[in-house]
């Protein structure tokens, strides 16, 4: 070997034995980028807002059919002109308060229903593309039939126009809430501000020693980002100005300063996947520590603990203490994974969203057919999709939810756990699709389905009578027969057809 490829390699191993003694600039680096991908993901990875979405086309020509096919006295309320058509007016001509019923805000819309639909219109082709039928017992049979699907469409509509929940908890929120928590922490110290959309401002110089305490590690992303970079000597991150930012002074944010040093900007695509890979990646950074009694450490020791000046770490060992201690218990760790959890529920909820409009889709065909069947079709005739049978069924049981005592065992089944009525494989309503007039409802999931006196009687909440067993009143079908009916025919608010969409060919009672 010659001379000079010997001196060569000296000076070499020299100079790396010298950068082992002082270099510690990005010791710390791979800890402080794994913080930085977890900040990315619990800053940018909140759910906007929601906003009420517009009626959906398919539901708006449901009511279309639905109204243009509604009987002529109806229609001849609705005509009626300003002042005494406006609702203030027709709540006393049909007697909304003595029969206990309120349609202030849906007169205007039925109004605008009913103008779109007339033949005439100025503004509208709506009536000549969709002639009514003809004779008086097609409209009878078509409105009859449209009722049942306008119900059904109508309660679709309200849960597309919902904000995604479960059991109760509006999942929105509760997914930003704890990205927020996760980022920030819990305690006023640095919770998030909405009006910023930041942790709260912290401009002073930083005491590690009660800053970065063992019993703050953990609490917050920022927090335990700071403290990872908070170096008196060198920048053992890594990124220019991380070290000064989290030192903090009079000017600086440490939290926002030297998160803003991170380099991985990237928007969220997958929040729950996302997560799980960063908290594993934490993991697998804090398997790589000596293992200690005393310690479980996430960074770089250079000392005796993680609130000397020099450190690079936060110690977790607080949460890994005890039989069912681990990474699952550091606070923000656990709250990025009730976020993962709850985005799960959200994208569930989407794919519901879209099985509801197909149903939705279903509905304005099996609509379109309704309105322009001619004659007395026979219900196995008639056309009705499966998907529309479906929407029908799982309607009827749904309505049920949270209600195991009324949840009908013939065609629908309870699961306890969900607290959920669902439609049973293979059982339809009664009405759904045929065409046929109800008895008492748009299936025997109300009042009706009580044959006996005994289970009529019984079908009570808060000792206050959802059914009474007697005869029919005017207008009600079998006047002369006594069975399980509404306690308040028509008008009281628990009677399954007691929606906006089924009350207008009814309007003929009130008149």
């Known amino acids: ?20 003694a002082h270099g510690t600039a990005g010791d710390a680096q791979n800890v402080f980028l794994a913080l930085c991908n977890v900040w990315r993901i619990a800053k940018s990875g909140s ?37 005494a058509g406006t609702w203030d007016k027709m ?26 639909t007339k033949p005439g219109a100025k503004d509208s082709n709506w009536a000549k593309e969709n002639p009514r039928p003809i004779s008086k017992e097609e409209r009878a049979r078509a409105a009859r039939a449209l009722n049942l ?20 908890i509006d999942l929105i929120k509760k997914i930003n809430s704890a990205l927020q928590e996760a980022m920030c922490g819990a305690e006023t110290k640095y919770k998030f501000e909405a009006s910023t959309k930041t942790c709260k401002k912290v401009a002073t110089a930083i005491t590690k020693a009660t800053d970065c305490a ?13 403290c990872i970079c908070a170096d008196g000597t060198d920048n053992a991150c890594g990124a220019r100005g991380a070290d000064t930012y989290a030192k903090g002074d009079s000017t600086n944010d440490r939290i926002e300063g030297t998160a803003g040093t991170c380099p991985e900007k990237a928007a969220v695509q997958h ?29 770089k020791e250079n000392s005796a603990s993680c609130t000397d000046s020099d450190a690079n770490c936060v110690d977790y060992h607080t949460y890994f203490s005890g039989p069912d201690g681990g990474l699952n218990k550091v ?39 309704e309105y322009n069947t001619k004659g007395q079709a026979a219900a196995s005739t008639i056309p009705v999709q499966s998907t529309t049978a479906t929407a029908r069924k799982e309607i009827a049981c749904e309505s049920f939810n949270n209600n195991e005592t009324h949840c009908p065992t013939d065609s629908c089944e309870y699961d306890k756990t969900k607290k959920e009525c669902k439609a049973k494989p293979g059982s339809e309503s009664t009405a759904a699709g045929t065409g046929e007039k109800p008895k008492e409802g748009p299936s025997l999931t109300g ?65």
């Open 1 to 20: 070997m010659g001379k000079g490829r010997i001196i060569l390699i000296l000076l070499l191993i020299a100079a790396k034995s010298l950068h082992r």
């Open 47 to 83: 759910i906007p807002a929601f906003t009420t979405p517009p009626d959906e086309t398919d539901y708006i020509d449901i009511l279309y059919y639905n109204m243009s096919a509604a009987d002529d006295k109806w229609h001849a309320l609705l005509d009626t002109a300003a002042p």
């Open 91 to 116: 709540k006393v001509t049909l007697g909304a308060q003595q029969k206990h019923f309120d349609w202030t805000g849906k007169w205007e819309e039925w109004q605008r229903q009913r103008q779109h």
């Open 149 to 168: 699907t306008a119900h059904i469409a109508q309660q679709i509509n309200e849960q597309l126009k919902a904000p995604p929940t479960k059991d109760g």
């Open 214 to 226: 063992k019993g703050e590690n953990g609490k917050s992303i920022g927090n335990d980002l700071v």
């Open 271 to 299: 929040l729950d996947s996302e997560i799980s890979a960063a908290i594993a990646q934490i993991g697998a950074l804090m398997a790589q520590q000596t293992q200690s009694t005393s310690k479980t450490v996430l960074g």
């Open 331 to 369: 606070p923000w760790i656990k709250k990025l994974k009730e976020a993962a959890n709850h985005y799960k529920l959200y994208e569930a909820d989407k794919q519901k969203r879209i099985r509801l409009k197909e149903q939705l889709a279903a509905l304005k065909k099996a609509a379109e057919y």
């Open 447 to 511: 009042c009706a389905r009580h044959g006996t006196k005994a289970e009529c009687d019984a079908d009570k909440k808060d000792d206050k009578q959802n059914c009474a067993w007697r005869k029919g009143k005017e207008g009600e079908d079998e006047k002369d027969t006594e069975k399980c009916r509404n306690g308040s025919f028509l008008l009281n608010k628990k009677s399954s057809m007691s929606t906006d969409a089924a009350l207008m060919s009814l309007v003929s009672f009130y008149i």
